[in-house]
C-alpha cells in the first residue's frame, strides 16, 4: 500500500474520529471498564480482551482513534473487540460422595443419649475407622450407684431377631413389641446362661422399618467379662432402653452405614 495513502487513511480515520469525541472521554473510558470487570465475573469469553476496545469505542460505531492521546498524538487506532464465545454449559454436578461414619461420631451420640450420669473410656467405631460395614461406640457409665459397661451396635441390615418364646434360659425376660414403625426386642438374661458368674447382661435391640439394626448392651459390671460385680442390675431401665435405641439421632449415621456386601460377593 503507498505511504500516501495511508497517510490520508489516517487523517480522515482521525478526522472522523474528532467528530464524534464524547463530552467526558474519561467517563467512557470508566464505562468500558466497569463494563469489562461484569463480564469477566460471568466468565464470558473474550471479555478481556476486549474491553478496552469497548471503551475506545464512539457513539455510532466509529473507531475513535483521538480518545487516547499522548503530547497531542494519537497512539493509533483501537482493535475492533472480540465476539463473545456462547457461554460453555454448566457441567453436570457430580454426585456427593455418602460421608462415611466414624467412631467419633457414634461415640458423641451414644453419650448424649446416656441418663444423666458420668461417662468415662468412651470410645467408638466405624467404617471410616476399620472399614467394616456397622458402627459401635462403649463406656463405663455411672448413674451413682456403680460402674456399668455399656455399649451400643449400629449396622443398616439388621439380624433376624429370636422370638422370645425360643428363649428357655432360666431367669431371662424377653418382650416384643412394635414401636416407631420398627420392632423392639428386651431381653433381661446373664453373660453366661449357665450362671456361672452372677454378671447380669440386658439387652435392647430395635429394628427399624428400613430393617437397620440399633442394639444396646449393657452390664452390671465395669466390664463385659471378668470384672468384679459393682451393682445388683445394670444402669438403664426399661423405659431408658426403650429410648436410647429409637432415638431419631442414629437415623443419619444408620443411612451414612455402608450396606453389607452379599457372601461371596
Given at each position: 500500500?503507498?505511504?500516501?495513502f495511508?497517510?490520508?487513511l489516517?487523517?480522515?480515520l ?9 463530552a ?7 464505562a ?46 483501537a ?38 450420669g ?19 461406640a ?8 456403680g ?62 422399618s428400613d ?5 444396646l ?9 471378668d ?39
Amino acid at each position: 500500500m503507498p505511504v500516501e495513502f495511508e497517510d490520508d487513511l489516517g487523517d480522515a480515520l482521525r478526522r472522523t474520529a474528532d467528530t464524534f469525541r464524547p463530552a467526558d472521554p474519561r467517563e467512557l473510558v470508566d464505562a468500558g471498564h466497569q463494563a469489562g470487570r461484569r463480564m469477566r465475573r460471568r466468565r464470558t469469553a473474550g471479555a478481556v480482551a476486549g474491553a478496552a476496545a469497548i471503551a475506545a469505542v464512539a457513539v455510532g460505531g466509529v473507531l475513535a482513534g483521538g480518545l487516547a492521546q499522548h503530547d497531542g498524538h494519537t497512539s493509533g487506532v483501537a482493535a475492533a473487540p472480540e465476539q463473545p464465545k456462547p457461554a460453555a454449559k454448566p457441567a453436570a454436578p457430580k454426585a456427593t460422595a455418602a460421608k462415611v461414619v466414624t467412631g467419633k461420631q457414634v461415640a458423641a451420640v451414644f453419650a448424649r443419649l446416656l441418663p444423666h450420669g458420668t461417662v468415662k473410656d468412651l470410645q467408638g467405631s466405624g467404617p471410616a475407622d476399620f472399614g467394616f460395614p456397622f458402627a459401635s461406640a462403649s463406656a463405663v457409665f455411672n448413674d451413682g450407684k456403680g460402674p456399668a459397661e455399656v455399649a451400643v451396635g449400629l449396622q443398616r441390615d439388621g439380624q433376624p431377631l429370636e422370638p422370645c418364646g425360643q428363649i428357655q434360659a432360666p431367669d431371662v425376660s424377653c418382650s416384643l413389641t412394635h414401636v416407631h414403625g420398627g420392632t423392639l426386642q428386651i431381653i433381661k438374661g446373664y453373660e453366661y446362661p449357665d450362671h456361672r458368674v452372677e454378671t447380669k447382661d440386658w439387652t435392647a435391640t430395635f429394628i427399624t422399618s428400613d430393617g437397620s439394626q440399633v442394639q444396646l448392651d449393657q452390664w452390671n459390671s465395669s466390664a463385659e467379662k471378668d470384672a468384679p460385680i459393682t451393682r445388683k442390675n445394670p444402669p438403664l431401665d426399661v423405659a431408658q432402653m426403650t429410648a436410647l435405641v429409637t432415638s431419631p439421632d442414629w437415623k443419619p449415621l444408620l443411612a451414612s452405614l455402608p450396606k453389607p456386601k452379599p457372601y461371596g460377593g
